[in-house]
């Protein structure tokens, strides 16, 4: 188990180490298209990061309820200096660069799914289900997902269960897991699958760049219709498909 107490680390300075880390075997992206978001530090060109993978929760799920839309959105990251990329290693995501310890906010209101409070990932263990550290997802009123992990600290009272509002903090930036010593956050956005998916359906299975771009700009594009689209198509399988 990794220490809870990480100092601040600019995301800047951070991603000066991409390339030693695609180097080290760390996935990356096809030709980037880098969009970032006002006081960005990021150039285009830079890949992500990370080959992210939720880890497995320590307690149990909530439930999914009635749906709703038109519900407000909020970009996941409460911070003056924030980016992220447009693509991730193999799979629907993306990281989401900013110091540690900047708050992880609720994207939607709605009720917290899984929450894991404990690094259990190790390089000599299994590579996905522990991959995320510590992580909270909440399953918004819109019928959607959203995973953030890596975190340095979950707040005070989340639990699975609980309900939260949109831009209520969930937790803090950091590097636990397989973050590569990297500050940053994982985000997902999935189907309401809590309690029955995989670790590979709660990492992402929808791009969630286009939505980023919306909210970080004040808008409110909502995901529910694409998650919706996959969940008709997949339903909640525990493996990923065959390729």
Known sequence: MVSLTIGRRSAYAALLLVPVLAAAGCGTPGPPRVVPPTGSPITAG????????????????????????????VFPVRATKVAYHPTHSAYPGTDIFADC?????AVTDGTIG?????????????????????????????GVRYYGS???EIADGIAPGGRVRAGQQLGTVGRTGNANN????????????????????????VWPAPYLDSWRKGGNREPAAEVAAWHRKNGCPEQPPAR
Not at 54 to 70: I, K, L, N, S, V
Not at 135 to 142: A, K, M, P, Q, R
Not at 182 to 205: K, N, T, Y
């Open 114 to 142: 899984e929450v894991s409070r404990r690094d259990r990932y190790s390089k000599q263990g299994p590579q996905g289900p522990y991959n995320g550290g510590l992580s909270v997802s909440v399953l918004g009123d819109d």
């Open 46 to 73: 830079t890949p992500s990061p990370t080959t992210e993978t939720p880890d497995t929760t320590d307690q149990p799920a909530a439930t999914a309820g009635p749906t709703r839309a038109g519900l407000r959105h």
């Open 182 to 205: 990297v500050c940053h956050l994982h985000f997902g956005i999935s189907p309401p699958c809590l309690g029955e998916d995989g670790w590979w359906i709660r990492r992402g299975v």
């Open 150 to 152: 890596h975190l340095t």
């Open 101 to 105: 310890g900047e708050p992880f906010v």
